[in-house]
């Protein structure tokens, strides 16, 4: 867990400099979160949390190695976390907020921390059922997320493109 959190920090702050060295406006920058944002929630309404096939050999692994890098990386600090890290971080302007920023995250992964460590738990408290009535609901709700962090984006490409006729 340790781990993700620094790598999302790096990336978080590293941001900036990312998109200048690549020339990426931040616009395209969230116009593309918005599709990996809309995927992932796209797969969770389906009830599905990744495409990959994993052999029996390999998730033997992964069980005996939970709090691995491997595991650790792409479940919590994946694609949308990172894309939001840096959207966040590019509409910071003082160091105060900046400061909550990383306050938040930090509180996230801890909240994070105590649902993973009492997931067994949690999961037979509540029922397959209504685990995945909530995981479509979250699903729901990051699709939306996708989609008004898309259309919110066009607008200041299609100003531009305007004011250049």
């Known amino acids: 867990g340790h781990i993700s959190f620094i790598t999302l920090l790096a990336f978080t702050f590293s941001g900036q400099f990312l998109f200048k060295f690549f020339s990426i406006s931040t616009n395209n920058f969230r116009i593309a979160a918005s599709f990996i944002i809309l995927k992932i929630g796209y797969d969770m309404l389906q009830t599905r949390f990744t495409n990959t096939k994993l052999k029996n050999k ?16 792409p479940m919590l600090c994946g694609p949308s976390s990172i894309a939001n890290g840096i959207m966040l971080m590019n509409d910071t302007n003082t160091w105060t907020i900046k400061g909550i920023l990383i306050g938040m995250i930090a509180l996230i992964y801890f909240i994070t921390y105590l649902i993973l460590r009492n997931s067994t738990r949690l999961v037979s408290i509540l029922g397959k059922t209504v685990n995945n009535v909530i995981m479509r609901l979250m699903g729901l709700i990051l699709m939306v997320i996708a989609v008004k962090c898309f259309v919110s984006e066009l607008k200041p490409i299609f100003d531009w493109y305007y004011s250049i006729e």
Request: hydrophobic fraction near 40%; aromatic fraction near 6%; avoid cysteine.
């Open 58 to 73: 390999e998730i033997k692994t992964y069980a005996n190695d939970i709090p691995s890098l491997r595991i650790s990386i």
